[in-house]
Structures are given as structure tokens and as C-alpha cells.
């Protein structure tokens, strides 16, 4: 069983930086591919990022690319998700989500194991 602990979310003035962590245990973490999810009010869960377990592949939405990074610290058993320049309809709640596939997956059905979600707060 994998166990993924979201930290890092808070409230922040549009412009500003947010850095996300997601700590795992319980497994081999270099065996798995991490993604970002968000789920705002109302709306679906969306993938955000993900970073394949082959330490070289990433993925991004259209609406996040250049402005977030996702990263991955083997070592640590850690993903991260770098946000800049955030902006109000970033607001979401954040998950992590940990998928042992070949390919990157964007559907969150296809992920294993989730968190519980961290809130992120982006205000005008």
C-alpha cells in the first residue's frame, strides 16, 4: 500500500509562487509515476502534472505550462509542484496521485493511490 502526504497549499495574492510537496511511503517510490491533480467546485478532477517513474518524461496541462515545474527527488521519496505566476482560477484543491503504468495516464481514474488533497488559494 502507498501512502502519499500533500503539504504546501495556502493562500496567496495572484502573481505569487506556491511550492507543493508530496512525501510517499510504503513503496518504491522510483517505481511510480506522480502526477498533480486539482478538482475546483464543481468542476473535475484535472491532471495538472505528472512526472513518469523513468525520471525523464513530464506532462502538463496547456493551462500550467510554463508556470508550474514538477519535480521529483528519488531520494526523498518526493514530488514537488513549483507554481508561479498563479492566478485565480488556479484555485483548487491539490492532489497528489501515484500510478504504476508504462504510459502517463491523464485521467484520474487510472491513478492508485491518491492523498488527501491540499488547498491552494488564489486571490485577485
Known amino acids: 500500500q502507498v501512502q502519499l502526504v500533500e503539504s504546501g497549499g495556502g493562500s496567496v495574492q495572484a502573481g505569487g509562487s506556491l511550492r507543493l510537496s508530496c512525501a510517499a511511503s510504503?513503496?518504491?517510490?522510483?517505481?511510480?509515476?506522480m502526477a498533480w491533480f486539482r478538482q475546483a467546485p464543481g468542476k473535475e478532477r484535472e491532471l495538472v502534472a505528472s512526472s513518469h517513474w523513468n525520471g525523464v518524461t513530464t506532462y502538463y496541462a496547456d493551462s500550467v505550462k510554463g508556470r508550474f515545474t514538477i519535480s521529483r527527488d528519488n531520494a526523498k521519496n518526493t514530488v514537488y509542484l513549483q507554481m508561479n505566476s498563479l492566478r485565480p482560477e488556479d484555485t483548487a484543491v491539490y492532489y497528489c496521485a501515484a500510478d504504476r503504468a508504462i504510459i502517463i495516464h491523464t485521467t484520474a481514474g487510472r491513478y492508485d493511490f491518491w492523498g488527501q488533497g491540499t488547498q491552494v488559494t488564489v486571490s485577485s
Open positions: 510504503g513503496t518504491t517510490f522510483s517505481s511510480y509515476t
